[in-house]
């Protein structure tokens, strides 16, 4: 592949909307780098975080449709800053007739409940312990200290609280529904208070659930959830008393899995209703998880489950454990009889790719909340088969690496948190078995089924499309997944395959993602650590791509010659988004030379003239190989006249 050099064309051609000086000005990040976050992109050395870590005990009750707990938080102020207020995040205040997500009509539920009751709160620090009065706000709670909390001191937050459970008609990201032998399913979460965000950009992240999804502080979890003993429980995290919950067969079984490639039945489908594979009859067991590292933990539950599990291999020779459980109509295997295969296999090769799976186990769960994320386990959806069940399950389980693992504020920046989950998912399904659901074409991501860059066309057209760099909530559900999935997973396929090159990109994304692995990123952060450690300045990249909606038309507009006979193809931008492009330059004699044109190829004026090696010209073509969103291919060629080179 050949370089070109580069020469004015002398003259501009009319009619561009082109603007070298709009298109390569400086990109205002909007975040200065400092010892904080670094001008790397990547923590600096004085990058801090705040620290919750939980210790929760809840009942279900599965008739009464309730949760009832407790926790207690422990909070680390890790910040320079002396706090006087704590803020707790209760988004099943979400449900509550007039709730700002109501009314906002983003995310509005289609169900009601009285959202979450916090009965008791105090809060224990230096040896001294207060109740407080929260102050509730919507999603929010304010907790004012009676004595602020100093910088390096930690606190305890204990709280006991009580919700309804919204049922799946309800909508939304948690609930239950009965599945068609009768067991209802729970999937549990947004379950307890969480703290929010405290950080060096904003101090208090409040933003409210107007059903955008998370963000979230780091630490250890335990829980204690108590219920029926006819129930099963998959959590996050590693079970800590399976001989407690579980039959001596189950307890063996889930041995064995640890240690099988292949798919081990822990419960069958048949085995459902049998008594014998639960430990006691009537009354309650209560199952204690832990998972460390993590910013959140969910749980589903239900008596109508079959439970399978196989091993899954990281590198360093180290391991996790795939898990699916699911209702006996959701069984076969077109159906989830292979889900565990779909989830293992993902798992492993993200892992390889990106970022080692750092939890004791992947969970897959059929129930209601059908497509939603949490650390270490997934809701998806009962009906969902073949193709459709492994893009869901490659997607959700996906998000263990972002946000879950490298902690975006989904609450702002969506396209973060969806756009590099469907980066990574793409590839997936190119690679699992040999390409079986390849190439991921569906409706959620690609509506036509075609050309990705010919798909992305119609939204950069849209003069009303929003462009990535939006506020979350402020993204219509029209534009949901078109902008904040489909274009920015676009944006780092074109980054990676056009712009960068894989040998650029891979190391560079890789070392973001293990630098800021259980923190908290900013797109700026993003963007720089791609410049510095991929040593590009892709400013022109972020304004078009990211920060506008902008569109690409690269046009052949002449082939001549220069004064010494070397023959010119005159390239020209006709539009405001410019990328890297191969030209095809073909040949009298039928050879065929292509030249990548750098995007800097017009950073000066709209038009230029490229010499080409000598030969007499027949055809210049831009994009020979259809890998750039230009809008208009009819310009993208040129036959040479009898009088050319």
Do not use: C
């Amino acid at each position: 592949m050949i370089v070109a050099l580069v020469t004015s064309a002398g003259a501009q051609t009319g009619g561009t909307r082109y603007r070298p000086g709009e298109t390569f000005a400086p990109f205002d990040m909007g975040q200065p780098a400092g010892r904080v976050r670094a001008a790397s992109g990547l923590p600096g050395p004085d990058y801090w975080q705040n620290r919750a870590d939980y210790q929760i005990r809840a009942t279900l009750d599965p008739a009464a449709k309730t949760i009832t707990g407790s926790v207690d938080i422990h909070y680390t102020n890790a910040s320079p800053d002396v706090l006087d207020m704590l803020w707790l995040q209760l988004d099943q205040n979400l449900y509550r007739a007039g709730s700002r997500g109501a009314d906002s009509r983003g995310g509005a539920p289609r169900g009601n409940t009285d959202g979450m009751t916090l009965e008791t709160v105090s809060v224990e620090s230096g040896g001294r312990s207060a109740t407080v009065i929260p102050l509730i706000s919507d999603t929010r709670a304010q907790l004012r200290l009676a004595t602020p909390l100093a910088a390096g001191a930690k606190a305890v937050i204990r709280i006991r609280y009580r919700y309804t459970v919204p049922s799946e008609a309800f909508g939304g990201r948690t609930g239950w529904l009965t599945s068609k032998n009768g067991g209802d399913i729970f999937s549990i979460a947004q379950w307890y208070p969480r703290m929010a965000v405290y950080d060096d950009l904003r101090g208090w992240d409040t933003a409210p659930y107007l059903a955008q999804e998370f963000y979230l502080e780091y630490g250890d979890f335990d829980y204690w959830l108590t219920l029926p003993s006819d129930m099963l429980v998959a959590g996050s995290g590693e079970l800590q008393n399976p001989t407690e919950v579980l039959t001596p067969t189950q307890v063996a079984r889930l041995a064995k899995a640890r240690t099988s490639d292949a798919t081990v039945i822990i419960r069958a489908p048949g085995e459902i209703a049998d008594p014998a594979t639960r430990p006691k009859r009537g009354g309650t067991l209560t199952w204690h998880y832990r998972m460390e590292d993590t910013r959140d933990v969910a749980f589903s539950a239900s008596r109508a489950f079959a439970w399978d599990a196989a091993r899954i291999n990281l590198p360093g020779g180290k391991s996790s454990l795939a898990m699916s459980f699911y209702p006996a109509e959701s069984q076969g295997q077109d159906r989830w009889g292979r889900s565990t295969e779909y989830l293992k296999d993902s798992v492993e090769r993200f892992s390889a790719k990106w970022f080692a799976y750092p939890w004791p186990a992947a969970v897959n769960v059929a129930g209601p909340a059908s497509g939603m994320e949490y650390p270490g386990i997934v809701f998806d959806g009962i009906e969902d088969k073949g193709k459709e069940l492994f893009w869901i399950t490659a997607h959700e389980i996906g998000h263990s690496w972002f946000p879950m693992i490298v902690g975006f504020d989904e609450r702002r920046h969506a396209w973060m948190d969806e756009g590099f989950n469907t980066f990574i998912d793409t590839y997936q399904s190119d690679e699992f078995n040999r390409g079986e659901y390849a190439p991921k074409r569906d409706s959620e991501y690609a509506p036509g089924g075609g050309n990705p860059v010919d798909e992305i066309l119609p939204v950069l057209a849209d003069p009303d499309a929003p462009p990535i760099l939006s506020r979350s909530d402020t993204v219509i559900e029209k534009w949901r997944h078109p902008v904040t999935y489909f274009k920015s997973a676009l944006g780092l396929v074109l980054l990676r395959e056009q712009i960068l090159g894989p040998d650029r990109f891979d190391p560079a994304f890789r070392k973001f993602t293990a630098a800021w692995a259980f923190k908290h990123p900013k797109p700026a952060d993003f963007f720089r650590a791609m410049e510095s450690d991929a040593g590009e300045d892709l400013s022109w990249w972020w304004r078009g791509w990211y920060a506008n909606n902008w569109q690409m038309d690269l046009a052949v507009a002449g082939i001549s010659a220069a004064k010494d006979g070397t023959p010119l193809v005159t390239v020209e931008s006709r539009d405001r988004l410019v990328m890297p492009v191969t030209l095809r330059v073909s040949y009298a004699d039928g050879r065929k030379t292509d030249l990548r044109l750098p995007a800097e190829t017009w950073i000066r004026q709209p038009a230029t003239a490229i010499p080409v090696p000598r030969g007499t010209v027949t055809r210049a073509e831009l994009d020979p190989d259809h890998t750039l969103p230009d809008r208009d291919r009819s310009n993208n060629s040129a036959q040479a006249g009898p009088r050319a080179p």
